[in-house]
């Protein structure tokens, strides 16, 4: 099969033939329909993680995929072969395993039947951000009428908090440049704050004088790049990135800290049908072959994306 993966440790991404892998107990193998990509693919690339997880080579790159269910392991009974599913490859050692190929390998638990109303490109598009976006929604524990700070909303998993806010009754103010303020208005935000305008916090309070009530933080990997100081004593805070750590919450009076997404299906199966019932705008920016797949990557590596981009497969 087809796989865009890395040879070994150091070397760059390389789009090459690798065996197809053999179905296992637990485990769903399918032929890839589409997979989504996400800005996790490129720290994975350059071994970033490695000191926390093994990685072994050739690691294939991805993590999300629609598909047909080629063959079940021993212990799968909720899917079959012939049908059409979505999956997550979750982050757990070994890393290897990835979606970026013909053929893909993917732990049942993270495997849905893909509801009839979604095509293969979309559903590929929500395992991994719109579980992140769930899981920072839920960690701040907002209610009705409060607002809610999204910095980094223009990327796949902001587009997703900020209609998850949105239905909760709270109000959202977005971060995103002047092209993404029209969209994010449409999903549910009540005001875009240009983040190239000035520092993020300075237009938040300029707004919200007390600041707002929480803040979910997409972007910024050092304290400085978070804008804390929008969010007023006693908020909650909800982050995907390294920053900023429990001591410096603490030391702002804030509650919170880092989230990370569970793509088990009793979490992707809603949010799949949420999307399929038009409550879940699923935002695709792009559809790109697999050989263009790095270049997909380089994108989201220049944070250049506006929504998710996706690698589809032929039959």
Excluded: C
């Amino acid at each position: 099969m087809r796989a865009l993966h890395v040879p070994e440790a150091g070397a760059q991404p390389v789009l090459g033939e690798l065996p197809v892998p053999e179905v296992t107990p637990g485990h769903v193998l399918i032929k890839v329909r589409a997979a989504g990509l996400n800005p996790l693919d490129n720290v994975l690339a350059v071994g970033a993680f490695a000191e926390r997880f093994p990685h072994h080579y050739p690691l294939i790159l991805g993590r999300d995929a629609a598909g047909v269910v080629e063959a079940v392991g021993e212990g799968v009974d909720h899917v079959e072969p012939g049908q059409e599913v979505f999956g997550n490859v979750p982050l757990a050692p070994p890393i290897q395993a990835g979606t970026l190929a013909e053929y893909a390998l993917l732990p049942a638990a993270t495997v849905v039947v893909k509801p009839g109303g979604l095509d293969f490109t979309t559903a590929a598009a929500l395992p991994l951000a719109a579980a992140a976006a769930s899981a920072a929604v839920d960690k701040i524990g907002v209610k009705a009428g409060q607002v809610v700070l999204v910095n980094g909303a223009s990327g796949g998993v902001g587009r997703y908090a900020v209609q998850l806010l949105a239905t909760q009754d709270v109000t959202v103010v977005a971060t995103g440049a002047p092209a993404d303020a029209e969209r994010l208005t449409e999903l549910g935000a009540t005001t875009v704050v240009d983040f190239t305008a000035g520092p993020v916090a300075e237009q938040v309070r300029a707004l919200y004088p007390e600041g707002v009530d929480a803040l979910v933080n997409l972007v910024g990997f050092t304290p400085a790049d978070v804008p804390l100081d929008a969010v007023r004593k006693g908020g909650s805070v909800a982050t995907t990135t390294m920053a900023p750590d429990a001591d410096t919450l603490a030391a702002a009076g804030l509650t919170g800290g880092m989230v990370q997404a569970h793509t088990a299906r009793e979490t992707t199966a809603p949010l799949a049908e949420l999307a399929a019932a038009g409550l879940l705008a699923v935002d695709v920016e792009a559809v790109l072959p697999l050989e263009r797949a790095a270049e997909g990557l380089g994108v989201l590596a220049a944070g250049q994306a506006r929504g998710k981009i996706v690698v589809a497969f032929g039959d």
